[in-house]
């Protein structure tokens, strides 16, 4: 099925010879698509870089020979890229578009509202919504606690209360919401990922874990030269929010941290590094400013 749609795809570029090529994420997908569009002699502008930075930094030199021009989301990409040569435009994080119109509600200083965010991906859900459930079992002990899980598109409703059932802890699930959930919420439990640019953007402190397999994580660890690893904390420049990886992910740990972020003080400091994040993920519009940019290259 790949194969099939590469093909049609090239073919039917091939037959309109377009001015430009808009090519979107998916790198495994799309730089094969990009060469292949250099060789008919067009265009080609990349939009949602591939993580070179964080790993694959070899990728860098396909980029510069296929793209004519990378348009990147994170202000670090905008320096990485102009460091290699590779001509780039920065135009923000659609991100901040989509929940722009979301307001956050005060918090209530009578309970503490925890929103889990287990993940997109079927094994990640198995393997950080358990530890995460014990982390609320553990404060509900202490204090008043309301926690809710958000369910992704991905993820069935249904393997979210098996694992509950397991657990013999049981929270409400809310389906996809567009943010409102992490925006109601005090804090955010969350693997890494999308999630948690989404809770420093509507300003929810947020606990980043991941766990992987151990054959996977020693090779990671080889691959990725990356202090920290939750995008939060990538775009501040340093650690803003707590991260747990592998052995750290446990309910007792997760609790500790929640303990840690909402003190005095330190819930309110947090919020402040999260609305610098924020102001460095640019200004509603990046679509916008992308039809721009091909609009300039057409032109030209």
Request: net charge positive.
């Amino acid at each position: 099925m790949f194969r099939r749609v590469f093909n049609e795809l090239l073919e039917r570029i091939a037959a309109e010879r377009p001015e430009v090529v808009l090519l979107v994420d998916y790198p495994d997908f799309n730089l094969r698509v990009a060469k292949r569009c250099k060789e008919l002699g067009l265009r080609v502008v990349y939009y949602i870089s591939p993580q070179l930075w964080a790993w694959r930094k070899g990728r860098v030199r396909d980029i510069s020979r296929y793209v004519d021009r990378m348009i990147v989301i994170f202000p670090f990409e905008e320096e990485f890229y102009r460091s290699h040569d590779v001509p780039v435009t920065y135009v923000g994080h659609p991100l901040i578009e989509q929940l722009g119109h979301i307001e956050k509600p005060p918090r209530r200083s009578e309970q503490l509202r925890i929103v889990l965010l287990p993940g997109s991906r079927r094994h990640e859900v198995q393997l950080l919504l358990p530890p995460m459930l014990e982390a609320v079992e553990i404060l509900r002990r202490e204090r008043n606690v309301h926690a809710y899980v958000v369910q992704a598109p991905t993820i069935a409703r249904e393997e979210l209360e098996s694992i509950m059932r397991v657990a013999a802890i049981a929270v409400p699930i809310v389906s996809h919401d567009r943010g409102e959930g992490i925006a109601a919420a005090d804090v955010a439990l969350s693997s890494s990922g999308t999630a948690t640019l989404e809770a420093a953007i509507l300003g929810t402190p947020v606990v980043v874990m991941y766990r992987l397999s151990r054959a996977t994580y020693v090779l990671a660890r080889k691959l990725v030269r990356l202090p920290q690893f939750s995008l939060v904390n990538i775009v501040a420049g340093r650690r803003v929010v707590p991260e747990l990886l592998q052995a750290e992910v446990n309910g007792a740990r997760i609790a500790d941290e929640v303990r840690t972020l909402v003190a005095p003080g330190r819930y309110e400091a947090v919020c402040a590094d999260l609305a610098a994040v924020r102001g460095k993920l640019g200004q509603p519009g990046a679509a916008r400013r992308v039809a721009e940019e091909i609009h300039k290259m057409v032109r030209g």
